[in-house]
């Protein structure tokens, strides 16, 4: 079993930062691919970045690239997403995720066998 446990949200002011911290447990979290997804009040969840295990590749939705950056630190087991120029529109929950195996679509959220329980993000204007 994997656990995950999200920190770091908060309200912020657009324009602001924040990186969010997502700890796991778990003897073999270095060969986990990781993602955070996003989930928004009405709205379904959505894909925000991901980091492979093994090359250290990271993918982003096209709404936060070059603003969000995804990182991770095996030695702490953890992932970071650093969240910076925040919009009212990214506001929502966040969520990080674990994948035990590789899969080609690190997008959905079918790709991904373990979640945390989220932190929220509420971003003014």
């Known amino acids: 079993q994997v656990q995950l446990v999200e920190s770091g949200g908060g309200l912020v002011q657009a324009g602001g930062s924040l990186r969010l911290s997502c700890a796991a447990s778990?003897?073999?979290?270095?060969?986990?691919?990781m993602g955070w997804f996003r989930q928004a009040p009405g709205k379904s969840r959505e894909f925000v970045a991901a980091i492979r295990w093994n090359s250290g590749d990271t993918y982003y939705a096209d709404s936060v690239k070059g603003r969000f950056t995804i990182s991770r630190d095996n030695a702490k087991n953890t992932v970071y997403l650093q969240m910076n120029s925040l919009k009212p529109e990214d506001t929502a929950v966040y969520y990080c995720?674990?994948?035990?195996?590789?899969?080609?679509?690190?997008?959905?959220?079918?790709?991904?066998?373990?979640w945390g329980q989220g932190t929220q993000v509420t971003v003014s204007s």
């Open positions: 995720a674990a994948s035990v195996n590789y899969r080609y679509t690190y997008y959905i959220t079918g790709a991904y066998d373990y």
């Open positions: 778990g003897r073999t979290f270095s060969t986990y691919d």
